[in-house]
């Protein structure tokens, strides 16, 4: 069966530290993949998407990256983190057909100080 | 306009009692599908129901259901016999041509309480 995997469930850093969110799926190959982030009460904002390895759609302009440097690795970066970071994310993946139904991982709660 | 909405912010609901959480939806593409997801306190979200707009039957899972009315563009979800681990955020969400068939567009959510 599938998994999916996301790392840490908790992350506070300083403003202008880096950030790294890791992603993997095991079970499958090829999956489309995604990166959400939830400001607090509210609902999932599409952040990245991806097709195929180094293959990487943005949604909405800013302070954030997204690369795939393989299959089943999804990973969501900054080089600088702004207040405006703050907020819980979370990776998905659906396969490539069908119904594309999107599972999701536990998610990952960020808070920039 | 909003792709998805969902207009009750929060519903009570008594334990054991069905309950109906509100969705519909805008789309001029033919071929579409709806999901469901129920988000607890912890965060996760959870898959729980699909329905395709060529799904002659409205899809069950279990304890859920989907009410699909194509023609007035809702996609109620159904909760029977309701329990206190239901209690959670619920979102309705949507993929369709004009977002590639690979992209889904998310409502804002409804938080169900459920009452002892």
């Known amino acids: 069966s599938q998994t999916i995997h996301q790392w840490p469930a908790t992350l506070v850093q300083p403003v202008g530290s880096p950030l790294s969110l890791e992603c993997t799926v095991e079970?499958?190959?090829?999956?489309?993949l995604y990166w959400y982030r939830q400001a607090a009460g509210r609902g999932l904002q599409l952040l990245f998407y991806?097709?195929?390895?180094?293959?990487i759609s943005s949604e909405v302009p800013q302070n954030l990256s997204a690369s795939r440097p393989q299959d089943r690795q999804f990973i969501l970066s900054s080089k600088k983190l702004l207040l405006s970071d703050s907020g819980f994310y979370l990776c998905?993946?659906?396969?490539?057909?069908?119904?594309?139904?999107?599972?999701f991982g536990a998610g990952t709660r960020l808070s920039v100080l | 306009a909003q792709k998805i909405t969902q207009t009750q912010p929060g519903m009570f609901v008594q334990e054991k009692e069905a309950v109906t959480l509100d969705c519909t939806y805008d789309?001029?593409?033919?071929?579409?599908?709806l999901f469901w997801y129920k988000q607890p306190s912890s965060g996760e979200m959870i898959f729980l129901i699909y329905?395709?707009?060529?799904?002659?039957q409205n899809a069950t899972e279990g304890r859920y259901s989907l009410n699909f009315q194509k023609a007035r563009k809702s996609a109620n979800l159904v909760i029977s016999a309701s329990q206190l681990g239901d209690s959670a955020m619920y979102f309705c969400?949507?993929?369709?041509?004009?977002?590639?068939?690979?992209?889904?567009?998310f409502g804002t959510g409804t938080k169900l309480q459920v009452i002892p």
């Open positions: 079970g499958t190959s090829n999956p489309n």
């Open positions: 969400a949507m993929r369709d041509l004009s977002g590639g068939y690979q992209k889904v567009t």
């Open positions: 991806s097709v195929g390895i180094g293959q």
């Open positions: 789309t001029s593409d033919p071929s579409y599908g």
């Open positions: 329905q395709g707009s060529y799904d002659q």
């Open positions: 998905a993946w659906s396969g490539t057909g069908g119904k594309n139904i999107q599972y």
